[in-house]
């Protein structure tokens, strides 16, 4: 095979594997899309629904939704190996705590992990605090990262990706939850809400 057919070949092969790493990114996108909008739908027909949960902390402890009563509680559902969507909002509610100043001992930021199986309380420990916003890491057995789930009536599912660790990634609900001070769903921020607005929001909840 001449050199310029080499070539040849291998364009056609680099344009072929785009184009399928543009569809799986596209995949992945429509899988957050339809888990959000399918989370939207639920919580409309289960207003002011109550936060429960029984799951175990970065630290070790066990804690469940008592624990932060009196407080609003910011509540993400995600993973430590998320790309992409994970961290950005986790930093938009470092953001949103900064804002705050006195009024952040008014919330709690709350990252739920939806992968038990590499979302160990040592791996949590590792990876929360990177935000340094105070965000407490939960975690725990898939049973009760279901129990959890349904509670919240948010939406997940197992992606097999060889390329990611472990050989599988995660399709997931990207709301950012507020729940008031009596543990009951308040309102929901699609994920790409500037911090700005969510903080704007915030404020003037914690404040009045």
Same mark, same amino acid.
């Given at each position: 095979?001449? &050199?310029?057919?080499?070539a040849?070949r291998?364009?056609?092969?680099?344009?072929?594997?785009?184009?399928?790493?543009?569809?799986?990114s596209?995949?992945?996108?429509?899988?957050?899309?339809?888990?959000d909008?399918?989370?939207?739908?639920?919580?409309?027909? =289960?207003?002011?629904?109550?936060a429960?949960?029984?799951?175990?902390?970065h630290?070790?402890m066990?804690?469940?939704?008592?624990?932060?009563?009196? &407080?609003w509680?910011?509540?993400?559902?995600g993973?430590? =190996?998320?790309?992409?969507?994970?961290?950005?909002?986790?930093?938009?509610?470092?953001?949103?705590m900064?804002?705050?100043?006195?009024?952040?001992?008014?919330?709690?930021?709350?990252?739920?992990?939806?992968d038990?199986?590499?979302d160990?309380?040592?791996?949590?420990?590792?990876?929360?605090?990177?935000?340094?916003?105070?965000?407490?890491?939960?975690?725990?057995t898939p049973?009760?990262?279901?129990?959890t789930?349904? =509670?919240f009536?948010?939406?997940y599912?197992?992606v097999?990706?060889?390329?990611?660790?472990?050989?599988?990634?995660?399709?997931?609900?990207?709301q950012?939850?507020?729940? =008031?001070?009596?543990? &009951?769903?308040?309102?929901?921020?699609?994920?790409?809400?500037?911090?700005?607005?969510?903080?704007?929001d915030?404020?003037g &909840?914690v404040?009045?």
């Amino acid at each position: 095979m001449c &050199r310029r057919q080499k070539a040849l070949r291998l364009t056609f092969l680099q344009k072929v594997l785009w184009t399928l790493a543009g569809l799986a990114s596209l995949a992945f996108i429509w899988l957050l899309l339809a888990a959000d909008y399918r989370a939207d739908r639920t919580a409309e027909h =289960n207003a002011s629904f109550p936060a429960v949960f029984e799951l175990t902390d970065h630290t070790g402890m066990v804690r469940t939704q008592e624990d932060y009563a009196g &407080r609003w509680m910011l509540v993400f559902f995600g993973f430590a =190996n998320c790309p992409d969507v994970c961290p950005t909002t986790l930093a938009e509610v470092a953001t949103v705590m900064d804002g705050l100043e006195e009024g952040a001992a008014e919330v709690q930021p709350i990252f739920i992990s939806i992968d038990p199986e590499r979302d160990t309380p040592s791996v949590l420990a590792e990876f929360v605090p990177r935000f340094e916003a105070g965000i407490v890491g939960l975690t725990g057995t898939p049973d009760q990262i279901d129990w959890t789930a349904e =509670n919240f009536h948010i939406f997940y599912e197992r992606v097999e990706d060889a390329s990611a660790p472990g050989g599988y990634t995660l399709g997931h609900s990207s709301q950012l939850f507020l729940f =008031n001070p009596e543990g &009951r769903f308040v309102k929901a921020w699609s994920y790409g809400t500037p911090a700005e607005e969510i903080l704007a929001d915030l404020r003037g &909840r914690v404040a009045g």
